[in-house]
């Protein structure tokens, strides 16, 4: 399972792999149907976002998170075909929150990940597997911990940056940027603003209040 080894990953990181690992199918294709990983740490469960599945590279679902901080992959509407051989699954996820805090996902039993056989009954016989030969129990990635809290400032898009001004208007708008804090809040206390303005020479430009 990997991570296999602690790490720390800075809030605001996304399409982090926080839980990997290979399946072995023998005999016939099977029906990946889910699949729950328990969140286990100090982080609160809002720490994460966008938490999907892989199959292979390719994403087979997006999780919703209970009451137990468990992430559940519910794919019986649309089964994940999985063919013989040796396939990685992969639970990957933004990290944004959590600043201090640490967590690591668990692959708890073996009914936490459903199987069935795509060739018996429709696909309705459930499969039983197994962690080198033995039942699943705790199959746990390596701790996460999450780094100090970030800021990223983009310009609002809705915005148009080319503005014209005209002169003794007031309370123009002259520029809309979107702030966002991951990880922890984050105060704001100065912010600087220096306008290009174009067509005007500045002993003729005045910007006032």
């Known amino acids: 399972v990997t991570p296999s ?21 023998g005999t016939r294709a099977v029906f990946l149907k889910g699949m729950t990983v328990k969140m286990v740490g100090s982080a609160p469960s809002n720490a994460l976002s966008n938490v999907q599945l892989f199959v292979d590279g390719v994403s087979a679902g997006s999780a919703s998170i209970n009451t137990n901080s468990q992430y559940v992959f519910d794919l019986s509407d649309t089964p994940s075909m999985v063919n013989t051989g040796s396939h990685i699954i992969d639970v990957r ?4 929150a959590g600043a201090y805090r640490n967590f690591y996902l668990s692959l708890e039993n073996g009914a936490d990940l459903m199987l069935t056989d795509s ?13 080198s030969n033995n039942p699943i129990s705790n ?3 390596a701790l996460i911990s999450i780094a100090q809290g970030t800021l990223t400032v ?8 080319v503005t014209t001004l005209v002169g003794g208007a ?3 708008q002259m520029a809309a940027f979107k702030f966002t804090s991951y990880g922890e809040d984050v105060k704001v206390n100065t912010l600087a603003f220096t306008p290009s303005i174009t067509g005007m020479t500045p002993a003729t430009t005045k910007l006032v209040n």
Do not use: E, K, M, R
């Open 5 to 25: 080894s602690a790490s720390t990953i800075n809030a605001g990181s996304f399409n982090q792999s926080l839980w990997s690992s290979t399946l072995n199918i």
């Open 93 to 96: 996820g933004d990290v944004v």
């Open 119 to 131: 060739q018996v009954a429709g696909g309705s016989v459930s499969l039983t597997p197994t962690y």
């Open 139 to 141: 199959l746990s990635a």
């Open 154 to 161: 983009n310009q609002d898009t809705s915005f148009n940056n």
């Open 170 to 172: 007031t309370n123009v």
